[in-house]
T-cell receptor, first 114, second 117 residues
Framework: NAGVTQTPKFQVLKTGQSMTLQCAQD?????MSWYRQDPGMGLRLIHY???????DQGEVPNGYNVSRSTTEDFPLRLLSAAPSQTSVYFC?????????????FGQGTRLTVV | GNSVTQMEGPVTLSEEAFLTINCTYT??????LFWYVQYPGEGLQLLLK?????DKGSNKGFEATYRKETTSFHLEKGSVQVSDSAVYFC????????????????FGQGTILTVHP
């Protein structure tokens, strides 16, 4: 009963380094998304995907890339890490249903950029 | 655009006290409303939801009523426990003209609740 799985759980990067945050879901959900959580600001949407091969920008996309080659996986790439990207990152998935439905979240990745 | 405003925190209560966390929203269309909870060191879990006006969501003793006239979705619990200590997020999901929300959520800033024995 895995749900949404994120790896790694913790990561420290140096400024300018690149890395990929992994996200996988086993619920056959069409919709997947990435959020960042910062103190006092709630969660903000970075990128989302409505299906394999289709992605779009959210509220705070700069400095991040995504791709969706399969239904299950939705990796988030940091191209050149900056201290402003220190945050907790959450991946979420939702089923493709008309009307509104909830999102299911992973456990999060805590990223520190020094 | 869409936005969610939660009451300023943190909130500190004694066990068995009454809890209210205020949440108001602005949205285009007709959103669904959610309360998520984040326990220390964990991800977000759905606590309750409501999808239309006057709906009441409830779970684990928590309740919230979708009030369209006041654009509010306040969270309440009659008697809190130490185990309720967590961060609570109000959120909305607003559909496009075709009725699809793509699972995109707009969150409030979160309210830290600490309950003492």
């Amino acid at each position: 009963n895995a749900g949404v799985t994120q790896t790694p759980k913790f990561q420290v990067l140096k400024t300018g380094q690149s890395m990929t945050l992994q996200c996988a879901q086993d619920m056959n959900h069409e919709y997947m998304s990435w959020y960042r959580q910062d103190p006092g600001m709630g969660l903000r949407l970075i990128h989302y995907s409505v299906g394999a091969g289709i992605t779009d920008q959210g509220e705070v996309p700069n400095g991040y890339n995504v791709s969706r080659s399969t239904t299950e996986d939705f990796p988030l790439r940091l191209l050149s890490a900056a201290p402003s990207q220190t945050s907790v990152y959450f991946c979420a998935s939702s089923p493709q249903l008309l009307g509104n439905t909830e999102a299911f979240f992973g456990q999060g990745t805590r990223l520190t950029v020094v | 655009g869409n936005s969610v405003t939660q009451m300023e925190g943190p909130v500190t209560l004694s066990e068995e006290a009454f809890l209210t966390i205020n949440c108001t929203y602005t949205a285009t269309g007709y959103p669904s409303l959610f309360w998520y909870v984040q326990y220390p060191g964990e991800g977000l879990q759905l606590l309750l939801k409501a999808t239309k006006a006057d709906d009441k969501g409830s779970n684990k003793g928590f309740e919230a009523t979708y009030r369209k006239e006041t654009t509010s979705f306040h969270l309440e619990k009659g008697s809190v426990q130490v185990s309720d200590s967590a961060v609570y997020f109000c959120a909305l999901s607003a559909p496009d003209a075709g009725g699809t929300s793509y699972g995109k959520l707009t969150f409030g800033q979160g309210t830290i609740l600490t309950v003492h024995p």
